[in-house]
């Protein structure tokens, strides 16, 4: 169950990814398979292969991509997230959520 983004922001997300570039959202979660996790960080591209090249040089596998819909993305969960997100410039994602990327 995903809540705590804004239509305007889930909006950037898809223009971004859609444009081919590597779109960031995080946003809330909830699931009993993860219960330590609070938020998710969907990574997308409409370009797999540029997709696969970003994840890789975090040491994400390429069948990690869920490839649903037009928005093929890997999630982003823990501690992965928070190193992911810092080293991309990106952690005022986790902080607007009141979140800690340390």
Known sequence: MAFGITKQQLSEWKQQANAGEIAFLTHFWIDERFPDCTTVTKVACVDIEK????????????????????????????????????????????????????
């Open 51 to 102: 997709l696969v090249k970003w994840g890789e040089q975090y040491g994400l596998k390429e069948e990690w991509i869920h490839h649903r819909a037009e928005y093929p993305h890997f999630d982003l969960l823990g501690e992965r997230q928070r190193f992911i997100l810092k080293r991309e410039g990106k952690e005022n994602q986790l902080v607007q959520l009141g979140e800690s990327y340390q």
